[in-house]
């Protein structure tokens, strides 16, 4: 009996799942085409939602990429004094910023700020029966809503993440100066040691992930059932996917990337 009902769970769980992810692909393959359309050209909601994923999140990201990098910098510089190698700090500090640290982050901070402020909006619209009023007046819920805020969340992701790396970096410099290691020599280090196509990986995950947590948020959003409480679930179910979804992605993209690089 247990057995049957192990399997039974798994089996719903399975199917929950990929219901999901065949939602996110058709809620996807909707905004894009809303792309082609004058609808997202038109006025005031797309540059608020530009405003909102990156300007508005630009603070809260350059603070954290802070810390950050003072906090790996720290753990890194005395390790390498102490064994001679300080003249590798800084290039260690930048690869590691622009390959990982940098988009992972970045991508986190935007996923608990701007993912579940997508699925609360979107659930809210959902449970006041506003998405059927857009349907009502012949209005494509997905390519008004949703493709705005695919757009946004891709252009913007990347030029936080330039921002990232430049706090992370002086986060690091601060600590590594701290610990006996000269700013010219963690300059010259992350000069020698950072590739541009480490950045340009880097930007490229930030691009993968605006997708991941716009979708994951809106599909989740878009779903809302059971009034405010709804609402309530599905903003932290729309976090917890988004940043699940986001590890998984940067771990493939990773290993795509880089693992076969020399």
Not at 106 to 119: M, N, P, Q, Y
Request: proline letters at 2%; a positive charge.
């Amino acid at each position: 009996m247990l057995l049957l009902n192990l399997i039974r769970v798994l089996g719903r769980s399975l199917i929950a799942a990929f219901t999901a992810l065949g939602n996110g692909a058709l809620i996807l393959w909707d905004a894009v085409l809303g792309m082609g359309t004058r609808n997202i050209h038109a006025g005031k909601r797309m540059w608020d939602q530009l405003a909102l994923v990156g300007f508005e999140s630009l603070p809260i990201v350059m603070i954290t990429m802070l810390f950050s990098g003072m906090v790996f910098g720290l753990q890194i510089a005395r390790q390498f004094v102490i064994f001679g190698a300080g003249q590798f700090v800084g290039g260690v500090v930048a690869v590691s910023m622009a390959r990982e640290l940098a988009p992972t982050l970045t991508g986190i901070v935007v996923a608990a700020r701007i993912g579940s402020a997508f699925a609360a909006e979107l659930g809210t619209m959902k449970i006041t029966n506003q998405i059927d009023a857009l349907r009502a007046m012949a209005t494509d819920p997905t390519r008004y809503l949703v493709t705005p805020r695919l757009v946004a969340a891709v252009i913007m992701l990347p030029l936080l993440t330039m921002y990232a790396n430049v706090m992370g970096l002086a986060g690091g410099v601060l600590v590594a100066i701290n610990s006996g290691v000269s700013y010219t020599t963690f300059i010259n280090s992350a000069t020698m040691f950072l590739e541009a196509y480490d950045l340009a990986g880097g930007l490229l995950k930030t691009m993968v992930f605006g997708i991941i947590i716009t979708i994951t948020s809106c599909s989740v959003g878009l779903a809302t059932e059971g009034g405010a409480a709804g609402v309530g679930r599905s903003t932290t179910t729309a976090v917890v996917w988004s940043i699940i979804l986001l590890y998984a992605s940067n771990f493939v993209m990773s290993w795509m990337l880089w693992a076969y690089r020399n």
